[in-house]
């Protein structure tokens, strides 16, 4: 019988041989909500995860899409609200102390540090210079003694190039000839490799522009798309009129945006699946939006009349009219989905109700259709 292979003295060799080199499986064990139980499903799979640290992540829309409301507000917040470090690189110029504190961002030197970059190579060598010391300070230590850090990009499609900068002092602007996509591509590939077994992750926003292409009518991500394949998870978004009201009437005015977000790639949850994320100017982003949507798309709402009525695995039933669907009934079906791939639902199997029962008191009497045939 062969003697078995001595792995262990073949993993000290290599790591040894390879400096920086990592062994063995690093599944992310932090993850950070995006302020929305849907777009967190559609993402990780799981109502209250949302995106993983130790990847990449990017949110990529037209102007006013909900982009930053999403990546420099809400997940920032919740990023704060577990303990992690949050470093935010405004290269828009667009990120004012007053709507953070609105969105509920601690500003706080210890909590925030907040720079204004305008270079893909100045981002880059702040990126790098961090994780130098990250790696010299903690690379020994437990993963769990390790500081968690999340960069925020907003926006990687504001940020120049040399070339860009050069032209625009010559005033000669001839574009920079393919630099930018390269630079962006190097970029992530980069935060990619080495964000990979420590406690570090990043989340930018970028911009999109309608597609040309008949038969893929999806907008296309600028930036070219080496940046896209080294991203973890990608989350395309498109701005539409919120024309409701807090009570849940249609008007003829904006109440604020439906940010229709599409997740085009992630590696824990089925691709391509689609939410509408009502987010009104007067209150914000609600955690349960879209989520009777999602119920009713996958069969789990059946309409009885001008109510929808959802059966719990236990057989419960739960009847409501859409606008009374409390905070408390959702937590109730999120709690029955958890571990549910929402993909594999049959609703050929949901359950078969009878239809709700009628008081005969309230029906009114039309009397006998024989005495009027004919008249």
Do not use: Q
């Given at each position: 019988m062969a003697k078995p292979f001595d792995v262990s003295k073949f993993r000290k060799t290599i790591t040894k041989a390879v400096p920086g080199m990592s062994v063995g499986f690093r599944d992310p064990d932090t993850w950070i909500s995006t302020g929305n139980y849907v777009l967190n499903k559609l993402i990780s799979?799981?109502?209250?995860?949302?995106?993983?640290?130790?990847?990449?992540?990017?949110?990529?829309?037209?102007?006013?899409?909900?982009?930053?409301?999403?990546?420099?507000?809400?997940?920032?917040?919740?990023?704060q609200d577990q303990g992690i470090f949050v470093v935010l690189i405004d290269s828009e110029n667009a990120l004012d102390e007053k709507w953070l504190h609105a969105l509920e961002v601690d500003t706080s030197e210890d909590k925030l540090l907040k720079m204004n970059l305008a270079m893909i190579d100045d981002v880059a060598k702040v990126i790098s210079d961090f994780m130098k010391e990250y790696k010299a300070n903690y690379a020994e230590a437990e993963p769990e003694d390790r500081p968690k850090v999340l960069f925020v990009i907003d926006s990687l499609g504001m940020l120049l190039t040399p070339t860009d900068v050069d032209q625009f002092q010559k005033g000669d602007m001839k574009g920079d000839m393919g630099r930018k996509p390269k630079a962006l591509t190097a970029l992530v590939r980069n935060c990619v490799n080495m964000f990979g077994d420590f406690n570090v992750g990043l989340v930018a926003t970028n911009h999109t522009y309608a597609s040309q292409d008949m038969f893929d009518p999806d907008d296309k991500i600028s930036g070219g798309q080496g940046f896209i394949y080294a991203s973890s998870i990608v989350v395309a978004m498109r701005k539409l009129k919120l024309k409701v009201d807090a009570d849940g009437n249609k008007t003829s005015q904006v109440h604020g945006i439906r940010a229709a977000c599409k997740v085009m790639k992630t590696r824990y949850a089925k691709p391509f699946e689609s939410v509408q994320v009502e987010i009104p100017y007067e209150t914000g982003m609600s955690p349960y939006s879209g989520l009777f949507d999602l119920m009713e798309s996958t069969g789990l709402l059946k309409k009885q009349g001008n109510r929808y009525l959802y059966v719990r695995p236990?057989?419960?039933?739960?009847?409501?009219?859409?606008?009374?669907?409390?905070?408390?009934?959702?937590?109730?079906?999120?709690?029955?989905?958890?571990?549910?791939?929402?993909?594999?639902?049959?609703?050929?199997?949901?359950?078969?109700?009878?239809?709700?029962?009628?008081?005969?008191?309230?029906v009114p009497e039309t009397g006998d259709t024989d005495e009027h045939d004919g008249s």
């Open positions: 799979g799981d109502f209250k995860k949302g995106i993983p640290l130790g990847k990449v992540t990017v949110l990529a829309g037209e102007s006013g899409a909900g982009k930053s409301y999403i990546a420099s507000g809400n997940i920032v917040k919740a990023a236990n057989g419960e039933e739960m009847l409501e009219y859409r606008k009374n669907w409390s905070d408390e009934m959702f937590d109730v079906v999120m709690a029955d989905l958890a571990g549910t791939d929402l993909s594999e639902l049959n609703t050929n199997e949901f359950p078969e109700v009878d239809p709700p029962e009628v008081d005969p008191d309230l």
